[in-house]
């Protein structure tokens, strides 16, 4: 079970992430955050904590916790 | 006569050559004119914007503090430069992308203009700034819609770019007559 | 160029005008905020047949132009604080081997990392600094984008005229804005057109040699020291620059050049209409700095008001020189903010009222 | 059971977001340096040292001490830190602009004289801080805005390859990494942790070259930068380990 | 070094002084006339443990010794003429970063290309100079090997008393010759002593950073003006340094510095020998520069005489200001020959006899 | 019957001895420089450039167009003048100290800009003009005033081969010279003439090093000055044409 | 047949040209030149015009004619 | 009492050497010294020279005019500086190098000193300066043999060179007796 925590004010929107997850549970959201960038959204169930998104991810926006 | 103008967006949104277009249509007029962009690190990914004064006689410093119009093409614009507008002065609004339950200062005069619809209107997807453009010149009668068409065919034809003058000119029309 | 009569910013006006002038050598390094100069050369040096390098760092900048001035060519070098105190070995270089080339400095605040805003910090650099040695330069200071036009063309004058570096030093609010501009008609340059540049012998003449101008004076640096003090005096004498606006009756003036000098034109004009009887002396030069603009001073003067976007002041120095020491003066500094109208008057205000403290 | 954590170092995540454009690599090249010294518990005694470009804007992302110098002095002045501070492990964090243009020169002589730090460079093909000119890196028919009509080798030379420039010199380390991909970020980061290795036992200089995207100054969406990455940068610029002391 | 009674080089003084009092780093790049430090400094420092990198240029240099006074070391780099004008960006950044930092310019003559002989042509480097914004330095003039001694020692004193780079600057006459002079006792200096320096954080503690100071000014630039003017005025208020030789009755004062005053101290014993009145202002700091000094001059002063060795008479401009333009001044200015003491006093006689010509 | 003549350029010969000390391998480096401009007919068209080292003692001993400038900055003044004469032979004639030391980072950037000129480097192992200090070809265990106890990898660094950092650069010619003996000066002469022949057909940048003895700095006899160069400085820095356009 | 021309007062001293004569025709004078540098003589009879002492020659001090 | 002296030589004969310990001499016996070579491009090849005054007092300027002393290790030095020295001052010729009928001015005092043979003769073929230094003692009468030999031995003891004073003091005493 991973966990996924989103901190989307630090989101500038790069969409990387969406492009990285294996599982696709990535997606825009339509939202825009304080600065107006068009922020994520995640399917956090289907997550299996392989850390793409975190990795590829320039703004340390997500953190990923998984039990192993 | 001294008019100030301050025109704001997204980089990218084609604030400065909004501001340059206004700029030249004065000076082709006769006026003289100083414009002055931001510049330098506050390019990167934020905002931009560039001041425009435009006068008979000669200008002191390029900056503005007290605006005859604000051009605002996005929400952070309207933040950061609303409250320097001179009591009466004009703030256009780009109605496609700001909110339209924002509120404003009441003591002046607030213009939204959805230049996303008229530059598609106008058959001239990239025209949003000229429309916003017509939609000034109609409100402020800064200068007559030939004055300016007649510049803005020389900037652009200067450029080796008159192609597009007709739909340019179609912009700044649809912009004029949408108020 | 379809026409000479446009709107452009400071920087490009200032490259279009070198070009107009004749100049086909430009080489630079981007800095804001003059990196307009080397991105207009990019593409306007390949149109008129003339070459644009952007130098691997400012010292190539400078000594490649320091060659091809040497060669014979019209050249010219921009950068912008920093950037431009890399230049100053260069600078000292092309003073002692008697080298006509034109440097432009586009001044910014401040003394270390990110400092971009407009500023007047680099006055002193300017007028005193220029490397090692007694090194004085030719340093014009033009406050609007026709005058960066005009000054384009005073500098290859004057830098052939007396075989000497001149800078043009204006801050970023003038290199970064537009204005409209009359330019001149395009001027070829004739590379051929001095004797003393390198270009190659004929048969029965004698190598010249662009090098340290004291070996060819009388007793080397006894001769060069007289011919240096010449050179100096007779720049000094000839080429003082300044636009003086009403300062015959003022009790207050003002002085002020580039930026802050259009501010305190228009409060010469504000406060005259209040009353106030404000004059301006205009640095158009500020070396050899214009001491004779001092002449017109009147017996009404209370007190000058230097304006300057700078911590020191720095051209107090100079204008206490050139008035004897004898008016009191008084500063409006403001580093990074571009000085405001009323302000200035203000502060005329208070000197008349006896409120003001002297800077000096 | 145990948790395994993807985590940047809480410094990077507790203040403001970093300065740089959306997509820009700086955000995960530097991360992946504090990611190495954090995990080899050396983020405390670090020092980190920035020149003006967009690499600067970590100094106000972080809360370890660092120096920002001038422009293209970073390689010089971080040399300095070093030989005061030989405990601390000491990086320069620069553009390639900086280290292959201005100060190329210290580059290559820190490298010669085997200075005891450790070099990441971020090799994004355009002068970023000020507005995308040409770098030493630009590729071939590269536009920018001070080769207009895209660089041509006639005019403006080829690219500057570090790679090759350094081969030879007896220096610790010697890699180029990306991150245009997982896979890519993470072999980065062993290159990255190597190189801190290397300083740590004393062996002198190590360079980590780092392929990453500007997409404000390509014009690029970042996706779209990031393909350019593997399409165009990655041919010009092959990753992979160059030098490794007693290794190769 | 068995004693601390020796005779030693200037320059080799220089670098035995830094060491004892705790430098031990050191940067630079041969030149002449200041290559004895370089050479010392790379047998001595890996006698005390301590570092001498002769780096590949000026620029590496500069700014090694940026970071290495970043890191709480104390640090020395010396350089000469075109050498130190490539230290000018530099300074700036150490001043806007609030870094202490001993440099040391070793002047010699001229511009250009071959010139090396003794000279004082770079007082308006040092004093106006220093690389782009708003930059001022403190600098020290000794006289004397042993002066250049006591000057190291209180070089570092001020660096990190201000957290400010302090210049010593001397000619090549003084950096060459050899004197007696006596050395100060070893001292160390502790790295760790100062909060502000970068060393690894504790647990707990804030990341430091060393950079432009305004970032931590109230309102940026507006705050740093402020902070930046504070602290020249202090420099300014607290540390001038002169001389002053017999000057409350002196018909004519000379104003001297470095090896000039030398000679000047030597004309006026044998002027009033002669029943000459000279008295003379030395020069120990140009910046400050020394305005407190000319307070003793008396009412029978008829003039003063500046002695230096420059084409341009660089310091008449800072005399005619702390003079407040009141009493005339005259100049015996050389560029590379030492002064005479013969002609010094013969001059001043000429001011007496109403025979000399004024330089201003 | 013909006639074989072994004579300096006439102008080399007619003006007063140089200022070089007895046996420097300048005045034969230079020499050969002049030969072969005299011998392609382009003597009187041809622009030295010099900077302030020993090279600049040439100015005096010409009688062709020159410049002198400042310490490092001769290939860089070189560029600048061919730009502008682009007719003209035009070479850079300068020191191992300028030229890998304080220009270095000109002398690899005219090389990547694939500069039209020629440019004759002289390896002495030293910094001639300011008294012998350690230059960046001074050999591992070679005493000089700033290395007293023999240059050292560790402190100082490995002897810089420019031959190494230009390989693979796109230049029109590379080689390196010496002037130990009969034979090597004449094979150096012919790398000097092909450096010409090159830029005169405009194929760009052209590179000769020239291991040369500075006998007064290195503390032997001229003779043995030579002996070193064939039994150590050789051994070091071989001699041999390594880039030649169109062949290698 | 071969011609020398030597210039002594350019020569100064280095010997180089007695070292690469192959005819051993060059030796050291004992005498100095006005800088006080040693000067050679040759013995031009035996002289093969090869233009070796030319070539080492620093200071453009020799100069050979042959007849081919 | 001001003493004004020049060492002059080819670069490799000791001159700067020579200079110094006739300046660390005076110096360790209570005077004040100056000591200035000449340096740079002068080095080159040709000739070598330092200036060296001595006083009871502060030193002004460290070039000398008005030589008391001229210490001529070959001809060229004698061609330089000969014209500097003062009427009645005195001019020590290396008589091992320069030739034996040369004229000089008649108003000075001439001694010539075969320094190659004197430094043979005390066993330290490297000691011709510092014999030639002890003729000048015993006739200048600068400082006594006593005085000078103490700062000598100090001052290579200091350097580390110890092993060759012995060697030196014979060199010096051998130049001192051979007057
Ligand atoms: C002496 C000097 N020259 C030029 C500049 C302007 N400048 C600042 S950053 C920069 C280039 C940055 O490019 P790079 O090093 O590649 O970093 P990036 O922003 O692309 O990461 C330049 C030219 C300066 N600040 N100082
Ligand atoms: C900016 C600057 N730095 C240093 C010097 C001093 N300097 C003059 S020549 C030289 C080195 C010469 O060595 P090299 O280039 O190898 O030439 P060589 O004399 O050995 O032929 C140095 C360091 C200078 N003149 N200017
Ligand atoms: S990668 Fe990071 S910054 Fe980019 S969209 Fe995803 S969460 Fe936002
Ligand atoms: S951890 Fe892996 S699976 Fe989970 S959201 Fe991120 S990329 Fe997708
Ligand atoms: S300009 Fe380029 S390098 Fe700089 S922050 Fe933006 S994307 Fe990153
Ligand atoms: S010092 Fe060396 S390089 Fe210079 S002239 Fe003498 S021998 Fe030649
Ligand atoms: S090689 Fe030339 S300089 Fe040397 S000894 Fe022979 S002739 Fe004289
Ligand atoms: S030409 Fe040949 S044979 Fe004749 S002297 Fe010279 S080296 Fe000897
Ligand atoms: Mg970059
Ligand atoms: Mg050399």
Same mark, same amino acid.
């Given at each position: 079970?991973?966990?996924?925590?989103?901190?989307?004010?630090?989101?500038?929107?790069?969409?990387?992430?969406?492009?990285?997850?294996?599982?696709? @549970?990535?997606?825009? =959201?339509?939202?825009?955050?304080?600065?107006? !960038?068009? #922020?994520?959204?995640?399917? %956090?169930?289907?997550? @299996?904590?392989?850390? =793409?998104?975190?990795?590829?991810?320039?703004? !340390?926006? #997500?953190?990923?916790?998984? %039990?192993? | 006569?001294?008019?100030?103008?301050?025109?704001?967006?997204?980089?990218?949104?084609?604030?400065?050559?909004?501001?340059?277009?206004?700029?030249?249509?004065?000076?082709?007029?006769?006026?003289?004119?100083?414009?002055?962009?931001?510049?330098?690190?506050?390019?990167?990914?934020?905002?931009?914007?560039?001041?425009?004064?435009?006068?008979?006689?000669?200008?002191?410093?390029?900056?503005?503090?007290?605006?005859?119009?604000?051009?605002?093409?996005?929400?952070?614009?309207?933040?950061?430069?609303?409250?320097?507008?001179?009591?009466?002065?004009?703030?256009?609004?780009?109605?496609?992308?700001?909110?339209?339950?924002?509120?404003?200062?009441?003591?002046?005069?607030?213009?939204?203009?959805?230049?996303?619809?008229?530059?598609?209107?106008?058959?001239?997807?990239?025209?949003?700034?000229?429309?916003?453009?017509?939609?000034?010149?109609?409100?402020?009668?800064?200068?007559?819609?030939?004055?300016?068409?007649?510049?803005?065919?020389?900037?652009?034809?200067?450029?080796?770019?008159?192609?597009?003058?007709?739909?340019?000119?179609?912009?700044?029309?649809?912009?004029?007559?949408?108020? | 160029?379809?026409?000479?009569?446009?709107?452009?910013?400071?920087?490009?006006?200032?490259?279009?005008?070198?070009?107009?002038?004749?100049?086909?050598?430009?080489?630079?390094?981007?800095?804001?905020?003059?990196?307009?100069?080397?991105?207009?050369?990019?593409?306007?040096?390949?149109?008129?047949?003339?070459?644009?390098?952007?130098?691997?760092?400012?010292?190539?900048?400078?000594?490649?132009?320091?060659?091809?001035?040497?060669?014979?060519?019209?050249?010219?070098?921009?950068?912008?604080?920093?950037?431009?105190?890399?230049?100053?070995?260069?600078?000292?270089?092309?003073?002692?081997?008697?080298?006509?080339?034109?440097?432009?400095?586009?001044?910014?605040?401040?003394?270390?990392?990110?400092?971009?805003?407009?500023?007047?910090?680099?006055?002193?650099?300017?007028?005193?600094?220029?490397?090692?040695?007694?090194?004085?330069?030719?340093?014009?200071?033009?406050?609007?984008?026709?005058?960066?036009?005009?000054?384009?063309?005073?500098?290859?004058?004057?830098?052939?005229?007396?075989?000497?570096?001149?800078?043009?030093?204006?801050?970023?609010?003038?290199?970064?804005?537009?204005?409209?501009?009359?330019?001149?008609?395009?001027?070829?340059?004739?590379?051929?057109?001095?004797?003393?540049?390198?270009?190659?012998?004929?048969?029965?003449?004698?190598?010249?040699?662009?090098?340290?101008?004291?070996?060819?004076?009388?007793?080397?640096?006894?001769?060069?020291?007289?011919?240096?003090?010449?050179?100096?005096?007779?720049?000094?004498?000839?080429?003082?620059?300044?636009?003086?606006?009403?300062?015959?009756?003022?009790?207050?003036?003002?002085?002020?050049?580039?930026?802050?000098?259009?501010?305190?034109?228009?409060?010469?004009?504000?406060?005259?209409?209040?009353?106030?009887?404000?004059?301006?002396?205009?640095?158009?030069?500020?070396?050899?700095?214009?001491?004779?603009?001092?002449?017109?001073?009147?017996?009404?003067?209370?007190?000058?008001?230097?304006?300057?976007?700078?911590?020191?002041?720095?051209?107090?120095?100079?204008?206490?020189?050139?008035?004897?020491?004898?008016?009191?003066?008084?500063?409006?500094?403001?580093?990074?903010?571009?000085?405001?109208?009323?302000?200035?008057?203000?502060?005329?205000?208070?000197?008349?009222?006896?409120?003001?403290?002297?800077?000096? | 059971?145990?948790?395994?954590?993807?985590?940047?170092?809480?410094?990077?995540?507790?203040?403001?977001?970093?300065?740089?454009?959306?997509?820009?690599?700086?955000?995960?090249?530097?991360?992946?340096?504090?990611?190495?010294?954090?995990?080899?518990?050396?983020?405390?005694?670090?020092?980190?040292?920035?020149?003006?470009?967009?690499?600067?804007?970590?100094?106000?992302?972080?809360?370890?001490?660092?120096?920002?110098?001038?422009?293209?002095?970073?390689?010089?002045?971080?040399?300095?830190?070093?030989?005061?501070?030989?405990?601390?492990?000491?990086?320069?964090?620069?553009?390639?602009?900086?280290?292959?243009?201005?100060?190329?020169?210290?580059?290559?002589?820190?490298?010669?004289?085997?200075?005891?730090?450790?070099?990441?460079?971020?090799?994004?093909?355009?002068?970023?801080?000020?507005?995308?000119?040409?770098?030493?890196?630009?590729?071939?028919?590269?536009?920018?805005?001070?080769?207009?009509?895209?660089?041509?080798?006639?005019?403006?030379?080829?690219?500057?390859?570090?790679?090759?420039?350094?081969?030879?010199?007896?220096?610790?380390?010697?890699?180029?990494?990306?991150?245009?991909?997982?896979?890519?970020?993470?072999?980065?980061?062993?290159?990255?942790?190597?190189?801190?290795?290397?300083?740590?036992?004393?062996?002198?200089?190590?360079?980590?070259?780092?392929?990453?995207?500007?997409?404000?100054?390509?014009?690029?969406?970042?996706?779209?930068?990031?393909?350019?990455?593997?399409?165009?940068?990655?041919?010009?610029?092959?990753?992979?380990?160059?030098?490794?002391?007693?290794?190769?």
């Amino acid at each position: 079970m991973a966990h996924i925590t989103y901190d989307k004010d630090r989101c500038k929107g790069c969409h990387y992430c969406i492009d990285v997850c294996p599982k696709k @549970i990535i997606k825009v =959201s339509g939202e825009l955050n304080e600065k107006g !960038y068009e #922020i994520v959204e995640f399917d %956090e169930a289907d997550c @299996i904590g392989c850390g =793409s998104c975190y990795t590829i991810c320039p703004d !340390y926006a #997500i953190t990923i916790t998984k %039990e192993v | 006569m001294l008019t100030e103008i301050i025109c704001a967006g997204f980089g990218g949104q084609g604030i400065l050559t909004t501001g340059i277009l206004i700029s030249y249509g004065a000076f082709k007029n006769g006026k003289k004119i100083t414009w002055y962009p931001s510049y330098g690190s506050e390019m990167r990914g934020g905002t931009a914007n560039c001041t425009i004064k435009i006068s008979d006689e000669d200008i002191a410093s390029p900056y503005a503090k007290e605006l005859d119009v604000l051009l605002a093409m996005n929400g952070p614009a309207i933040d950061k430069f609303e409250e320097r507008i001179k009591p009466g002065g004009y703030l256009f609004v780009n109605a496609s992308i700001v909110e339209d339950d924002r509120k404003y200062r009441d003591d002046i005069n607030v213009i939204k203009v959805d230049t996303v619809e008229l530059a598609k209107k106008a058959g001239n997807p990239k025209g949003e700034n000229i429309a916003m453009i017509g939609a000034i010149l109609k409100v402020t009668k800064m200068f007559t819609l030939e004055q300016f068409e007649s510049s803005i065919i020389k900037y652009f034809t200067d450029k080796g770019k008159e192609k597009f003058n007709d739909a340019n000119i179609a912009a700044l029309k649809t912009g004029y007559e949408s108020i | 160029m379809a026409d000479n009569e446009v709107i452009m910013k400071g920087n490009e006006a200032l490259a279009e005008a070198a070009i107009r002038n004749g100049c086909r050598f430009f080489s630079g390094y981007p800095i804001t905020p003059q990196t307009e100069v080397l991105e207009y050369m990019s593409w306007r040096m390949q149109e008129v047949g003339g070459q644009a390098v952007q130098t691997e760092d400012e010292l190539c900048g400078a000594y490649m132009l320091f060659g091809a001035s040497a060669a014979g060519g019209r050249v010219l070098s921009t950068s912008a604080g920093p950037g431009f105190a890399l230049y100053q070995e260069a600078i000292s270089y092309l003073v002692g081997s008697d080298l006509p080339a034109v440097l432009v400095d586009v001044s910014r605040i401040g003394n270390a990392l990110g400092d971009i805003s407009q500023s007047q910090g680099d006055y002193e650099l300017i007028r005193k600094g220029n490397g090692h040695g007694d090194t004085m330069v030719i340093a014009l200071t033009p406050a609007s984008v026709q005058e960066i036009v005009e000054f384009t063309g005073l500098a290859y004058e004057l830098a052939e005229k007396y075989k000497h570096p001149v800078i043009i030093l204006y801050d970023a609010a003038i290199g970064q804005m537009m204005e409209g501009v009359t330019l001149p008609e395009m001027h070829e340059h004739d590379i051929d057109q001095y004797d003393w540049s390198v270009k190659g012998i004929k048969s029965g003449e004698h190598g010249r040699k662009i090098t340290n101008v004291s070996y060819f004076c009388d007793n080397m640096y006894v001769g060069y020291e007289t011919y240096l003090r010449d050179k100096y005096k007779a720049i000094t004498d000839n080429e003082q620059r300044w636009e003086n606006i009403e300062v015959a009756d003022a009790e207050v003036v003002l002085v002020a050049y580039g930026i802050s000098s259009r501010v305190c034109k228009e409060a010469v004009k504000v406060a005259r209409e209040e009353g106030v009887k404000l004059g301006l002396i205009r640095l158009k030069t500020i070396t050899p700095f214009p001491v004779k603009a001092f002449e017109e001073i009147g017996p009404d003067c209370k007190g000058i008001e230097l304006v300057e976007m700078s911590v020191k002041g720095q051209m107090t120095d100079d204008v206490a020189l050139a008035t004897k020491c004898n008016i009191p003066l008084y500063g409006y500094f403001t580093s990074y903010e571009v000085p405001e109208t009323k302000k200035v008057i203000d502060l005329a205000k208070d000197i008349l009222a006896g409120k003001a403290e002297e800077v000096l | 059971m145990a948790i395994k954590e993807f985590k940047a170092p809480e410094m990077l995540r507790t203040g403001d977001p970093t300065g740089f454009c959306p997509g820009c690599g700086h955000g995960t090249v530097g991360r992946l340096g504090f990611e190495v010294l954090d995990e080899m518990g050396l983020l405390e005694k670090s020092i980190s040292v920035y020149d003006v470009a967009c690499d600067s804007l970590y100094m106000w992302a972080i809360d370890t001490d660092c120096v920002g110098t001038a422009h293209g002095r970073a390689i010089a002045t971080a040399a300095g830190v070093k030989r005061v501070r030989k405990d601390c492990p000491v990086w320069a964090y620069v553009g390639d602009g900086a280290s292959y243009s201005i100060g190329f020169q210290h580059t290559v002589w820190s490298a010669i004289r085997n200075e005891n730090i450790t070099v990441v460079i971020i090799n994004n093909g355009v002068f970023g801080m000020t507005g995308g000119q040409m770098a030493p890196t630009t590729l071939i028919g590269q536009k920018t805005t001070s080769s207009p009509a895209g660089r041509s080798k006639e005019i403006n030379g080829m690219p500057m390859d570090i790679t090759k420039i350094l081969t030879g010199q007896d220096i610790a380390y010697l890699a180029r990494g990306s991150i245009d991909s997982v896979a890519n970020i993470n072999k980065t980061k062993k290159y990255i942790r190597k190189a801190f290795e290397k300083q740590m036992n004393g062996e002198g200089f190590s360079l980590v070259e780092v392929l990453a995207p500007c997409p404000t100054n390509w014009g690029l969406s970042p996706q779209d930068s990031l393909e350019r990455i593997r399409n165009e940068v990655m041919e010009v610029f092959p990753i992979g380990e160059y030098i490794e002391r007693g290794v190769k």
